[in-house]
């Protein structure tokens, strides 16, 4: 049953996290949840446990007075000791439930405090939570596919999902695109599910696309591709391609950056799977359909990879691939979990790529990537979950420069990524 907390009990319990008082907590959180919030801040006590931390230079740490200490101010005994204590109370606050991605009235969560204060114990414990919590969200997830199919809303405490995970476009927090370039949102970053109708795939597919030089755009103003992606683009190419002759499979055409840059190494095969009819209509005008050594496949690569699988070329040789790339629209972070873990290790060949090592496996990096601290845990999650498929993930820095102050968001519906860095990952076969 939910707990009602009256005005002073939110009061006493914020206090003690901004005063880092965990036997305090202990008893206000027996009756209470440890997720209310300041109906002026909207802080929750994590956010008061890490806000707490700000060094104020010119009075020295600012630690707030303990209600319980009769308007005393509580001693600092240091920047050590002050860290630990809010490092015990972080802990003690999520092994009591607390949401590690909840918004303050600042857009902020408590992640987002600890990293702009340079807090890197109390961030690495904030992803620590958000990996946990959508590791179990996303295990729930499967195992809610495969048996349980009543309508019974999910209670689960403790997390909330990433809003928007999805690869290009989504909304807060990690998702592959869904837009795939993803978007972030509101309360809460990454997530599974996007809140946004408009950008889930049988709403993308349905709509007419505005397809310019620069961008596409779907129906909402929703941003399915850009161009100031190209170096990603190129890098990725590069890494996957690293020489001619090979064979590649290009999940997602889109503007077509990266498959103009795999025709410039001159691949052996080029396979490309795409499933909007107006992108298609344009690879027609472009030539694409046509251009030697290249298969387009149309539709979605949940029904074109089943076909694909064992299938054999006209040489009678079995349609394996040196390299693969996957840069989807509006699929949530599920569905590249799915590629990866059910697809790419049935058509990657384990004896491709230049050197005959295996081939290697490189995909779109935009899950949460409208705030930092949903990317970085959308990093370790996807990391997890490729280990677990059988990859070793490679990642380079790229930076991207302040898309804000170069106007590349003026008509897009949200901005999609606000990120200085892109972690461009490479995968490959363990062992
Ligand atoms: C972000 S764009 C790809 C951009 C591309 N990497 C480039 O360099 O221009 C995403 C593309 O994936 C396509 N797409 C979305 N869902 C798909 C699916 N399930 N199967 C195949 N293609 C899909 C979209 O129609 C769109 O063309």
Redesign the pocket.
Known sequence: MEEIETDTQVDEILLAASNHDVSRLRNLLRNSSANVQDPETGFTPLHSAIAACEEDTSEGPKLQTNGNTNGETAEPTGREKELEAAAKTVKYLFLNGAIWNDLDFNNETPGCIALRLGLNELYELVMDAGVRAEMLLSRLDEYQILGDNDDEEDDDEGFEIIEDPT??GATAAPTT?A???AQAATPAPPAQESTDPSTT?PV??AGE?DIAPDT?LDSSANA??MSW?TPI?KRSAELLLPTPGLRVL??????????DMFQESSPKSHHI????PD?LAQMKQKGWMEKKGVVVHE????D?LPKLVGARDEDGEEILFDAI?F?????EYS?LRDFFTEWVIQVLDPAGGKDGDGGSFGF?NGMGADRQVCYDVYQKVVEMDLFEAGFDIEWEDIEIADLQSTGEWTGVKRPYWSLKTYRLPTCKFIG
């Not at 290009?250 to 498959?259: A, F, K, S, T, V």
């Open positions: 690869t290009e695109e837009p795939s370039d795939q993308y597919l696309l596409i399915v591709m992606e683009m290009n999940i997602g055409h889109g503007l077509g950056i990266i498959d799977i795409e499933a909007h992108v539709g979605r690569w949940q074109v790339y840069d989807t629209f509006a699929e569905a779109f």
